[in-house]
Structure formats: structure tokens, C-alpha cells
């Protein structure tokens, strides 16, 4: 089973205001995940995914402002294979890590 980050589909009650702040850490998420699968940023990216905290931006807050399982996205993010399912199944979050293009004039 893969997990959506954005969690479209989450139970529960949703304050459409915290929708930009839970698109940013989606994306923070999304990046350290990619990171994990990549040389020189990985051995940062796993100990951020494993660190025991609960402090404003640990994965484990992250995970409680986005309703997920915050054990089940660890055993998940053990393997590479498992990282590169939550990838490709939240693909569309990999924009915001694309420089932007200059338009040519």
C-alpha cells in the first residue's frame, strides 16, 4: 500500500485556511523522501525520517498536521522501494522543486 501525502481524501474535519499551510509541508515531506533515494543528501534526509522529535517541522508533527500514520510512513520510507511508490504516487508535488524556466525572448 502507498500513502498520498496531501491526504485528498482524509476523514475529518478541514479548515480550508490550513490548506496552503499543509501544501507547504506536503512539500517539505515529498522533498525528504526524493532525498533519500539521492547521493549527498541522503544520510540527512534518513535521519531526519528516523529522529525520534515532535518539535514544529520533525516528521512526526508533520505527519500529525497531515493526518497521517507517522510509524506507518517510516516502515514505508525503510526500503527504496517503498520511497519511490510515495514518489511516483505524489509525482504532481515534484513541481515545486523544478527551477523555472526563463522564457526567451
Known amino acids: 500500500m502507498t500513502l498520498a501525502i496531501d491526504k485528498a481524501t482524509a476523514t475529518g474535519p478541514r479548515n480550508d485556511d490550513d490548506e496552503p ?35 514544529v517541522g520533525s516528521l512526526r508533527w508533520i505527519c500529525d498536521m497531515l493526518d497521517l500514520d507517522y510509524q506507518k510512513l517510516q516502515n514505508i520510507c525503510m526500503t527504496r522501494e517503498g520511497r519511490a511508490k510515495i514518489i511516483k504516487r505524489n509525482v504532481r508535488l515534484n513541481h515545486a522543486y523544478r527551477a523555472p524556466v526563463a522564457a526567451e525572448y
Open 21 to 55: 499551510y499543509r501544501a507547504l509541508w506536503s512539500s517539505v515531506l515529498y522533498l525528504a523522501i526524493r532525498d533519500c533515494n539521492r547521493k549527498g543528501n541522503a544520510r540527512a534526509a534518513l535521519h531526519w525520517i528516523y529522529a525520534p522529535h515532535d518539535e
